[in-house]
């Protein structure tokens, strides 16, 4: 008796690391490497959009935006958000293209599904959280806009929506980027409550996730999610279920 209850035991933990080691998306369940966070301007499910503008264009053939998302996030006070990208006089261009594509990335890839995280917010159910931002596209973002001023180093909350877009809350200086993000990290991982973090990988490393891509060369971001998937579920080490099953074979047979 206590042998054939050690032997349903042995099979029962075998099949739980046999379901580890191969996990599956649960039915009805959207796939984690092609998934649209549920917000306020995202598609349903990701599809092919034509017509994206300017610096989304690189989402086109799978996107969660629609095309008119992607002219609003290009306008310095859209309908999107109502948020002013000029709120201490006017941003450098070569810094706001950064807030462009950060904007394009969050409203566009599909390919961000290993770090959403459910949140309770009026505007959206789910959110991301320390996606792997490589770190050369932190360390441009930040040189890029030291020569713009803001009042915040968190842009997620706080401000004064009295007159319908956000305005610096009182009190509140205006002083060079670097003033309120004195690091590359500080940044990309403050501004907007920690949905970066910045990688120590380059880009190419097929191992963070690239702010700005050439879509002529493919989406690398396809690669790096479905890396992060498989860690994350553990099955980052393709060699572990045959060891785990030999493991089960072998006590199976001493129990025998």
């Not at 879509?215 to 080490?237: C, D, F, I, K, T």
Request: glycine share 6%.
């Amino acid at each position: 008796m206590a042998r054939h209850m050690s032997t349903q035991l042995l099979l029962l933990l075998v099949y739980g690391a046999l379901c580890a080691a191969h996990p599956t998306t649960p039915p009805g369940k959207p796939h984690p490497l092609s998934v649209c966070i549920d917000a306020k301007h995202h598609k349903e499910k990701p599809g092919p959009e034509d017509n994206l503008h300017g610096q989304c264009s690189p989402w086109k053939k799978n996107s969660c935006c629609t095309s008119n998302t992607s002219q609003e996030a290009h306008k310095d006070v859209s309908y999107l958000y109502s948020f002013n990208w000029n709120h201490c006089g006017e941003m450098t261009p070569s810094c706001k293209r950064h807030f462009i594509q950060d904007t394009c990335l969050y409203e566009c890839s599909p390919n961000l599904g290993p770090w959403i995280r459910q949140v309770n917010q009026s505007w959206r159910k789910e959110r991301f959280l320390d996606v792997p931002l490589c770190k050369e596209d932190c360390q441009r973002w930040w040189e890029d806009c030291r020569t713009s001023f803001t009042c915040k180093s968190n842009w997620h909350k706080g401000w004064n929506w009295t007159s319908g877009y956000n305005q610096c809350p009182i009190g509140a200086a205006c002083h060079p980027f670097h003033f309120y993000f004195p690091t590359p990290a500080a940044l990309c991982e403050e501004i907007w409550s920690h949905s970066y973090k910045v990688s120590n990988y380059s880009r190419g490393s097929g191992r963070c996730i690239q702010m700005w891509f050439d879509p002529a060369q493919g989406n690398p971001n396809e690669e790096v999610a479905r890396l992060y998937a498989q860690a994350m579920s553990g099955a980052g080490h393709p060699g572990a279920w045959p060891f785990l099953l030999s493991l089960a074979l072998a006590l199976l047979w001493l129990l025998s």
